[in-house]
């Protein structure tokens, strides 16, 4: 039997624990083991860990919040959505937070995002008052919306169609320059030496011949009515030559001036400079 350094000091025997005691201490200690590893005992410790996180998520929606009331009071309403959606994020049943949303949109000008929010609210909240607030701001979202539109409608009807921005900065094309042939100087030649056959031949053919009905008497004989007969007949071969010298010519001043090549009109050769006046020099020009 092991004797304790204090008996040893004392001389006295250690008095001895009867046998329940340590049943009772082996009892209390594998219960103690059976409790700890328990699934219930386990699964309490996990709830109050998600019970931690919870309220550390409801405390920083909370803190955001107020951020984002604070931001709306100095107008800065960009900013307080993005507080409020980060709220959202971590409260995603706050219903404050939704509705608070949706008044910012509307506060906005924006009817689409503030109708979103606030049906969205209209779903999970009971509150008959809360819910007749909501139904009224709703009713705002749709007046809005038509005093939009029909802005937009007058807008269209009475702007004209601008032009985009590319056809506004592109000149328009330059008109085909117009293109003229230069007479030269053998299509005058020619030409003229047409008009002065063709009116040659025309002057000939058209002169007086004796006719089949010529008789001799009186001082008109047979040779007077042959030298008639013979000058119509030199004037008729004449007028032929001259019309055939017209033909030949006109096909030959047509042939020059086809062939010469067309050349671009300038503003030189559509309107030639006049020449200014004495009485003009020095004054400026008016209408």
């Known amino acids: 039997m092991c004797v304790s350094p204090r008996a040893r000091r004392t001389g006295r025997e250690p008095a001895r624990?009867?046998?329940?005691?340590?049943?009772?201490?082996?009892?209390?200690a594998?219960?103690?083991s059976i409790a700890l590893s328990?699934?219930?005992?386990?699964?309490?410790?996990?709830?109050?860990?998600?019970?931690?996180?919870?309220?550390?998520?409801?405390?920083?929606?909370?803190?955001?919040?107020?951020?984002?009331?604070?931001?709306?009071?100095?107008?800065?309403?960009?900013?307080?959505?993005?507080?409020?959606?980060?709220?959202?994020?971590?409260?995603?049943?706050?219903?404050?937070?939704?509705?608070n949303l949706g008044l910012i949109h509307e506060k906005l000008a924006e009817p689409l995002e503030a109708e979103r929010w606030f049906r969205r609210y209209l779903e999970v909240e009971t509150d008959p008052v809360l819910r007749e607030r909501t139904q009224r701001a709703l009713k705002r979202i749709e007046g809005v919306k038509r005093d939009q539109a029909a802005a937009r409608a007058r807008q269209e009807s009475a702007a004209p169609a601008a032009p985009s921005a590319q056809t506004a900065a592109t000149p328009p094309p330059p008109p085909p320059p117009t293109t003229t042939r230069p007479v030269g100087p053998w299509v005058w030649i020619t030409g003229g030496v047409a008009v002065s056959a063709l009116i040659v031949g025309n002057a000939f053919a058209i002169s007086k011949s004796p006719g089949n009905d010529a008789r001799t008497g009186g001082s008109v004989g047979?040779?007077?009515?042959?030298?008639?007969?013979?000058?119509?007949?030199?004037?008729?071969?004449?007028?032929?030559?001259?019309?055939?010298?017209?033909?030949?010519?006109?096909?030959?001043?047509?042939?020059?001036?086809?062939?010469?090549?067309?050349?671009?009109?300038?503003?030189?050769?559509?309107?030639?400079?006049?020449?200014?006046?004495?009485?003009?020099?020095?004054?400026?020009?008016?209408?």
């Open 17 to 28: 624990r009867p046998a329940w005691w340590h049943a009772a201490l082996r009892t209390a």
């Open 30 to 32: 594998v219960t103690a």
């Open 38 to 99: 328990s699934p219930g005992f386990a699964q309490s410790q996990g709830s109050r860990a998600e019970a931690a996180k919870a309220e550390a998520r409801a405390a920083e929606a909370k803190r955001l919040h107020d951020e984002a009331r604070e931001l709306y009071d100095d107008g800065e309403y960009r900013k307080a959505i993005e507080r409020l959606e980060q709220a959202l994020a971590l409260d995603p049943d706050g219903k404050e937070l939704v509705y």
């Open 222 to 287: 047979v040779a007077d009515l042959q030298a008639d007969a013979d000058a119509a007949h030199s004037r008729a071969i004449i007028a032929d030559v001259s019309f055939v010298v017209a033909l030949l010519a006109g096909a030959g001043a047509a042939y020059l001036y086809l062939s010469t090549p067309p050349v671009p009109r300038t503003a030189a050769t559509q309107a030639p400079p006049r020449r200014a006046s004495a009485r003009g020099q020095g004054v400026a020009a008016t209408f």
